[in-house]
């Protein structure tokens, strides 16, 4: 195997990206205490597809490259020389390509991936025990009154009471319940969750829970209560200031105007 | 929505009073599989894209005329002639397309179509009345080519041209102002107002109007400008003479280069839109960008990657054409390296699609390490940074066969690259600095990485403009060298453009969810659910294969009208 040969190279590119994509980001990095895990398949698949258009769109960007890149395998095609190879490969690929497809399609115990959107729209107003609230715009009233220890302390108490056995009393979504749901609990020290989002949004799934989620996109699987039947409105925004507040994170604003979002 | 003929029109403008007295809110469809949804999206998926082709193309013809005229260089005002013969045949396929759709509506939706004309039916006459104009102003521009064709009677048919593109402009502007209301209606608009009640001024000019105009307008010149190149392509690859050859590769690389040109600045427009719809609807907003649709999003980042990697390859092959270029090549691989980095990043999902296994050991549905390329901060600093790689690619292609003869040659090359270095610099400082701030301070800072981008562009195009005036030449290009696989990056790009209008107008309108108008006429027929995102993708894929079918058959009867008027000069 000649590495200075085009084809080689790019075969050895591929086999780099893979081995870095696979095993790098999913166990090498957590041995050097960088929190990660092994990548979803299906983005193991976008991201090889995305370095052999890359592979294939250098190697064919000169016309001495390109005619190198291809000539062992043309040759492989057409050398008598190579007949067994040939032979080997013309009966090889099509069973490798069927056992992928057979991979593919075989019935397994396993669910099938899920796409879940997990931040879903929320309302423009909703009721809560009886009361229209407009969602939009809407910030946490007890940031401007009373007294901001009082509200943290109230909900120190309610997430102590109702939210450990699933969040965890760490806030990262491990509590004793969590390896039994499907999906996971929340992790609020995840700066793709609470971060993320208005007060008024995480008012509204604390309120509505599980059952109150949309339509759109349904069938959801959530194992949230919808807690408006338990607590109460300052009970609920006290929660909201206490989440933010242990995680050391801050709530998504309104804009002046209106507010804005970001792709997920 | 852009419709037909005046005649067909008015008469349907005339049945709403008919349907009003009774009827069904729906009427029955059931051909080919195809339910009545179905069928009103192909009409108005292929009206929308021919209607974009006969937006495009004219601005692409009069500014390739006006290039003609003032450097007097003939070779344009031949390539503005072939495109405006194409598009008398794409005007018949677009009006085609325009009826088809409204007799969908119309019969198909009768009781929304009787809501729709009874707010809009003095627009739907102004409309036939300028898609009249239109027609009569693209018949003169072309019959009247070689008529005019000195002087100041040139200057009059350029003229034309312009007009041509006003009345498509009004036209389209129209057109959008029916499809945005049904989108934001006005605020005082509610389930119980009577259409009648409505103003038409405030209906056309709602929320989304002037960002959809806008945006429309620009992609409509993207859209131009690939469909150019993709006719070009055709053309090169069943060219029979290296003269042929060399003119439709000339012909490619021009309508590549306004293409990608113009694409560069439709994402501002496109977060313009963006804006307005969250302002307008915040439950909107979230469906569109973090709810159902995020996923169009992922897919659309994939393709715009696909477009990225196509427009630098193909200028990379042109690079072989060109005597002096060969000092450039060892650069093409750091500027693919980014490329595709930028591609996996702006294409990695924030929330991955897994089965339950690897969302339990993710611990979400959230990647703990990949998760950080998941949020705008990184797409942001990716895009930007692929931006000015294909900016650099353009440079480099444009200096491959000159050498500035200025004496401060070496100074304005190095301030490019200053240039170069510096916006990278500020992209990706803002990009690490995003994720140490809160999400209403970043989205201030893609402003930041955006202007840092668009300044380095305009600085470095007037040194290298400065620098280049009378520089001496290693060599002529030589047009027509292009290997093949060079014209199958331009179809791919036209592919990828259509494809891509077609999802994202999915997005656009399937935010609406269960409205016919957004929260204010409620869809109640069968089809009121949104559809899921594969069987969508597989709808809009038969469309862009129709169009593409349709389209292949208007190149094909270009080069048979221009094979005939050779063959009569020749006799």
Redesign the interface.
Same mark, same amino acid.
């Given at each position: 195997m000649n590495l200075k040969h085009p084809f080689w190279q790019g075969v050895l590119v591929l086999v780099l990206a893979y081995v870095v994509i696979k095993w790098g980001?999913g166990y090498l990095?957590p041995m050097i205490g960088?929190?990660?895990? @092994?990548? @979803?398949?299906?983005?193991v698949t976008?991201?090889m597809l =995305?370095?052999l258009?890359?592979v294939l769109?250098?190697m $064919?960007?000169?016309?001495d490259r390109?005619a190198a890149f291809k000539a062992p395998m043309v040759r492989t095609m057409v050398d008598p020389g190579r007949r067994a190879l040939r032979g080997i490969l013309l009966v090889g690929l099509p069973l490798l390509v069927g056992w992928v497809a057979y991979q593919g399609v075989k019935p397994s115990f396993?669910?099938?991936?899920?796409?879940? $959107?997990?931040? @879903?729209?929320?309302?423009?107003s909703i009721t809560f025990r009886g009361a229209t609230m407009e969602?939009?715009g809407l910030e946490n009233p007890l940031r401007h009154s009373g007294d901001m220890e009082a509200h943290l302390a109230v909900g120190n108490a309610v997430y102590t009471r109702n939210c450990v056995p699933c969040h965890g009393d760490l806030l990262d979504?491990?509590g004793h319940f969590a390896?039994m749901l499907?999906?996971?609990p929340?992790?609020f020290t995840? =700066?793709?969750t609470i971060?993320?989002l208005t007060e008024s949004y995480v008012f509204w799934r604390i309120a509505k829970g599980g059952p109150g989620l949309p339509n759109?996109?349904a069938p959801w699987n959530s194992a949230m209560p919808a807690w408006e039947t338990i607590l109460d409105e300052n009970e609920t925004w006290s929660v909201i200031l206490f989440l933010y507040e242990r995680t050391g994170s801050?709530p998504? =604003?309104w804009?002046e /105007?209106?507010? /804005?979002? /970001?792709?997920? | 929505m852009r419709a037909a003929t005046g005649a067909g029109l008015a008469l349907l403008v005339a049945m709403p009073l008919l349907a009003q007295a009774a009827g069904p809110d729906y009427g029955e469809f059931g051909i080919f599989g195809l339910d009545r949804r179905g069928a009103v999206w192909i009409a108005a998926q292929l009206h929308l894209l021919f209607a974009a082709f006969v937006l495009g193309v004219p601005m692409f013809a009069v500014v390739i005329e006006a290039i003609g005229i003032f450097t007097d260089n003939e070779r344009y005002d031949k390539l503005a002639k072939e495109f405006t013969r194409l598009l008398l045949v794409a005007y018949s396929a677009t009006a085609i397309w325009g009826a088809i759709l409204v007799f969908f509506i119309s019969t198909l939706y009768p009781r929304f179509w009787v809501y729709l004309t009874a707010i809009f039916a003095p627009s739907m006459w102004l409309y036939a009345a300028l898609f009249f104009f239109e027609s009569f102003t693209l018949y003169l521009y072309y019959y009247g080519w070689d008529a005019w064709k000195k002087g100041a009677a040139k200057k009059f048919h350029w003229g034309l041209g312009i007009l041509l593109n006003i009345w498509g402009t009004i036209v389209m502007f129209i057109a959008n102002g029916w499809l945005t209301y049904m989108m934001s209606p006005p605020p005082d608009v509610t389930v119980d107002t009577a259409p009648q009640t409505v103003q038409l001024w405030s209906a056309i000019n709602n929320a989304t109007w002037m960002p959809i105009n806008i945006h429309r307008l620009i992609a409509n010149v993207v859209f131009g400008g690939a469909i150019v190149g993709a006719y070009a392509a055709y053309r090169f690859l069943t060219s029979e003479s290296d003269e042929e050859r060399a003119h439709y590769d000339w012909m490619g690389y021009t309508g590549n280069l306004i293409a990608i040109g113009a694409l560069i600045v439709l994402p501002f427009a496109g977060y313009w839109l963006?804006?307005e719809i969250?302002?307008f609807?915040? !439950?909107?907003?979230?469906?569109m960008?973090?709810?159902?649709m995020?996923?169009l999003?992922i897919i659309q980042a994939?393709l715009i990657?696909v477009l990225f &990697?196509a427009g630098n390859?193909y200028l990379?092959?042109g690079m072989?054409r060109i005597p002096g270029a060969e000092r450039f090549?060892p650069y093409?691989?750091w500027m &693919?390296?980014v &490329?595709?980095v930028g591609?996996?990043v702006w294409?990695?999902?924030?929330?991955?699609?897994?089965?339950?296994?690897?969302?339990?050991?993710?611990?979400? !549905? !959230?990647?703990?390490?990949?998760?950080?390329l998941?949020?705008?901060s990184a797409?942001n600093t990716a895009v930007n940074l692929m931006i000015l790689t294909t900016f650099l690619s353009f440079m480099l292609y444009r200096r491959a066969n000159k050498e500035p003869v200025v004496s401060w040659a070496k100074t304005g090359t190095m301030l490019q690259g200053a240039a170069f270095a510096i916006a990278a610099v500020i992209v990706v400082f803002y990009g690490i600095y995003g994720?140490f701030v809160?999400?209403?301070v970043r989205?201030g800072f893609s402003v930041y990485q955006v202007l840092a981008v668009l300044a380095t562009i305009i600085f470095v195009i007037l040194i290298d403009s400065a620098m280049l005036r009378g520089a001496k030449s290693r060599g002529e290009i030589q047009w027509g060298k292009m290997?093949a696989?060079s014209q199958y990056a331009l179809l791919i790009l036209a592919v990828t453009f259509t494809w891509l209008m077609g999802l994202m107008g999915f997005a656009r309108s399937g935010i609406r969810?269960h409205w016919h108008v957004y929260e204010v006429i409620r869809d109640t027929s069968e089809q009121a659910f949104?559809p899921a &995102?594969g069987p969508a993708a597989t709808m809009i894929s038969i469309c862009v294969a129709i169009f593409f079918g349709l389209v292949g058959m208007i190149f094909w009867l270009g080069g048979l009208a221009e094979k005939s008027v050779y063959e009569e000069t020749a006799k």
């Open positions: 980001i990095l960088v929190p990660s895990a @092994p990548v @979803p398949s299906t983005v976008q991201y =995305t370095v258009v890359g769109l250098y $064919s960007a000169e016309s390109w396993g669910a099938p991936a899920t796409l879940r $959107s997990i931040h @879903p729209a929320p309302p423009n969602l939009a979504g491990q390896s499907t999906p996971v929340a992790d995840n =700066t793709g971060v993320q759109e996109g801050t998504r =604003t804009e /105007e209106g507010a /804005e979002g /970001e792709a997920h | 963006g804006r969250y302002e609807s915040q !439950q909107m907003g979230i469906t960008m973090g709810g159902f995020s996923w999003w994939f990657g &990697l390859y990379w092959i072989g090549q093409i691989k &693919l390296l &490329l595709v591609v996996i294409a990695t999902p924030n929330t991955m699609i897994a089965s339950r296994d690897e969302v339990a050991a993710m611990g979400g !549905q !959230q990647h703990p390490f990949l998760g950080v998941g949020v705008m797409k994720y809160t999400a209403i989205i290997p696989r969810q949104t &995102l």
